[in-house]
């Protein structure tokens, strides 16, 4: 994720930075009730998709 992303994320009040690993780009989730959790499988699975390998990528696309 890059800075931009995460300051994008980091307007919308649900986001934290981490003081620990914020400064790498993380962002925190707040959950409660209304937590869209759609949503929250998107945002995992873009994060994963920029760390993960070619042989990761492929696992997780299928044949």
Do not use: C, H
């Amino acid at each position: 994720m890059s800075l931009m992303d995460q300051a994008a994320l980091l307007a919308d009040s649900r986001f934290t930075k981490p003081s620990y690993i914020g400064k790498d780009g993380w962002v925190g989730l707040r959950f409660d009730s209304k937590t869209d959790w759609g949503e929250v499988a998107e945002l995992v699975e873009s994060a994963y998709r920029l760390v993960a390998n070619q042989r990761q990528l492929r696992a997780l696309d299928g044949p």
